[in-house]
Structures are given as C-alpha cells and as structure tokens.
C-alpha cells in the first residue's frame, strides 16, 4: 500500500491518504501517553501490537454486525480503513467505576454501575477533552438529539459484544473510549482504534490491570500485559 500525504497524526496513530479517494491508511504508533500527552513513554513493537488487538476486536464486531470503518490490515501496524467525517465527540462506556469517574464522585474503584453508563466528551486536545451534556452537544452543533441516539445505542451494543468477548478470555471491561463517523454512505460507524490504549480491562480473578493504566499509574509490565491480552484474544477467536 502506497501511502500519501500524511493527514493526521494524534497521539497514538498517523493517518495517510491513499490512491483510493474512500479509503485511508492507518497506522499504530509505538509511543505511550496519558494525562493529555503530560506523561510520554513508549515500548518498540506497541504499534504493531496494538493493530493486532484491534483486528481481532474488529473481527469480532463484524459477526455481531456492527458497521466500522475497518477493511482490512496489512503488514505490521498499518490497517486500511474507510474515510470517515468525525463526529468530535468521544463516547466513553462504563460499567464499572474508575478512573475520572471514580475521582468525581468520590467512589473507590471497582464497583459496578447498575447499568452501563454513556457518557460524551468533546473531541479537543487543547481543551482536555471536557465533559459535555447532550443540551450542549445539539446547542454547539456537534450533533443532534437523534444522532446522539443512534450513538448511544451502538456504543451499547458494541459494549454488549466487547463485555462478552472479553469474559470469554478471562477479562472484565472496566470502561472504554471510542469515536464515530460517517462515511461515503454518510452511514454512521465506528471509526477509532479499539486496543488497551483506549479501555481499561482487569483479570477477572485477580482484578490485575492489564491496560495502560499500568502505564499511568507507574505499575510496571505494561508491554507484558499487552502481550497477554493479544495471546489470550487469539486463542478465544480461535476457539
């Protein structure tokens, strides 16, 4: 695959245009950051790790039939994807208390929420990626109150097939972060990476932390336990 004119490059991934008007090339950075970039670290083969991970989720997701902007991976870290428009919004799922979550109410972590709760941030690096209502999603713009349906619902089902998919292998999702699109179709569609990067995953039995958590909170063993997630989802897909 060719790639092009760099469009792109967050913390985690660089995006390239291709040939194709309708299709993108991304590709996985080995770099580590937390707290909004304030803390940096990375580990050689992340990137390639981490494109993995998400193939096998992204495979995943489409037996459950749901619409992503996934096509195929290619070598290393580097995956072909559809163009999509970002919506800015970030959606986060939880279903267990953690993290900002834990710190704003005050809660320690660990406990399950009665239900899975939505929850949306803008989309702004400057900005920290604040916290924002609904209102103020359809006041500024962003989206309206049908499109922040449709989000939920799918952010819900995702969560129901990724829960499932992790328990399977001996892991609890804690919470995870992803983004949505619309493509050529102007179809609405997953559009992020799914990968220990943007979710926070905890063994079932011991509730040890296998996500960059470990990396935020100076555990120790992160690529190990990147490393243990991959070899356990391989051998849950290929059971």
């Not at 670290?41 to 902007?69: D, R, W, Y």
């Not at 939920?152 to 001996?170: D, R, T, Y």
Request: include cysteine; charge should be neutral; glycine fraction near 6%.
């Amino acid at each position: 695959m060719l790639k092009k004119e760099l469009l792109y490059e967050g913390k985690a991934k660089k995006i390239f245009k291709t040939e194709n008007d309708l299709e993108l090339l991304m590709e996985y950075k080995d770099s580590l950051t937390a707290f909004n970039a304030l803390k940096k670290g990375e580990f050689a083969g992340k990137g390639a790790l981490n494109c993995k991970i998400s193939t096998l989720i992204f495979e995943t997701l489409s037996k459950n039939q749901v619409k992503h902007h996934w096509l195929k991976t290619l070598e290393g870290n580097q995956m072909l994807v559809q163009k999509t428009t970002i919506i800015p919004l970030e959606v986060v799922v939880r279903n267990v208390i953690a993290g900002s979550l834990a710190k704003k109410l005050g809660r320690k972590e660990g406990e399950t929420l009665v239900q899975p709760l939505v929850e949306f941030y803008y989309k702004d690096d400057a900005l920290a990626d604040p916290f924002v209502s609904d209102d103020q999603i359809v006041a500024m713009g962003w989206a309206d109150l049908a499109t922040l349906e449709h989000l939920k619902k799918e952010a819900g089902k995702i969560n129901q097939v990724l829960k499932s998919m992790f328990e399977k292998i001996g892991l609890k999702l804690v919470d995870f972060k992803t983004e949505f699109g619309r493509n050529a179709k102007q179809e609405i569609i997953l559009a992020d990476e799914i990968s220990p990067d943007c979710m926070r995953l905890w063994d079932l039995e011991t509730n040890k932390k296998m996500d960059k958590d470990r990396f935020r909170q100076d555990l120790g063993e992160v690529e190990e336990s990147y490393q243990e997630v991959y070899q356990r989802l391989q051998k849950g897909t290929q059971i």
